[in-house]
């Protein structure tokens, strides 16, 4: 049994069928990927993840519990956080400022953009963002706009915000989108430094295959919204089954 054991899922949109009877075990403290040409059905399967939709059938069972029927809230606090495509950070708020809102909410239960406005009283909290930001070579930056920042560094803000839960479970929706190959390379060294410090379970939806045999230990490859293989990597690259399907070009 995995951490995240997903059973028959199925998922139809009006005449589209995104999802069809998708099983999926990802193993605790392991990086499995989630691999496919577009239309495959992985975002789907991610939302369905992180209760953002319910699947017509089928089960998705975390760490023992069924998240369908909770909240993307609710789930966060079971101990899943999800790393968006795009960074999910505030331009307008400093690298610290952003760190702060997390902490914040993790300490009241409540989300407050504004709460870094009363930071000066606060000095457990500060020291905690700062360790929070250097785990991520982020503290020299933290006077920085985040406006002003790269695609690279955007992603390193926002998965030190995510990891302030202490998650079980961190889903990531292609983190290296848009980035160019330095970045790339720096976000692999980061997952794989989070992965050694930390007790968690990575989940991964990637294009470039760079990153998935870089990092993944399990790939699952889907197609039409149904799984083809699941492999180790090192069987996934010549299987005929994914040639034929997709794969992509590795660098």
């Known amino acids: ?3 995240l054991e ?7 949109f009006g005449g589209l069928k995104a999802l069809s009877d998708v099983n999926l075990s990802v193993k605790e403290n392991s990086c499995h990927a989630i691999i496919g040409p577009n239309g495959a059905g992985k975002s789907t399967l991610l939302n369905c993840l992180v209760g953002k939709l319910i699947p017509d059938t089928g089960s998705v069972m975390f760490d023992g519990q069924s998240v369908l029927g909770r909240s993307p809230h609710e789930i966060n606090q079971m101990g899943i956080s999800r790393v968006f495509q795009t960074p999910e950070i505030f331009a307008d708020l400093t690298v610290f400022e952003n760190m702060m809102i997390p902490l914040f909410a993790k300490r009241d239960g409540a989300y407050r953009l504004h709460a870094y406005e009363s930071v000066s009283n606060e000095r457990a909290l500060i020291e905690e963002a700062e360790r929070m930001l250097d785990d991520v070579n982020m503290l020299d ?3 920085m706009h985040s406006a002003s920042m790269s695609r690279g560094d955007k992603r390193r ?10 998650p079980k479970l961190l ?3 292609e983190p290296t989108a848009g980035m160019a190959r330095a970045d790339t390379n720096n976000t692999i060294d980061l997952l794989k430094e989070i992965k050694a410090k930390r007790d968690i379970t ?3 939806i990637e294009h470039d295959m760079h990153v998935v045999f870089s ?4 790939i699952t490859v889907l197609a039409q919204g149904t799984p083809l293989v699941e492999d180790a990597p090192e069987n996934i690259k010549g299987h005929p089954k994914v040639q034929e399907a997709y794969l992509g070009e590795t660098h």
């Open 1 to 3: 049994m995995g951490i």
């Open 6 to 12: 997903v059973k028959d899922v199925g998922k139809r």
């Open 141 to 143: 930056k933290r006077h």
């Open 215 to 218: 990092l993944a230990d399990r």
């Open 157 to 166: 803000l926002e998965m030190a915000m995510c990891l302030v839960q202490n």
């Open 202 to 204: 990575i989940a991964i």
């Open 171 to 173: 889903l990531l929706d």
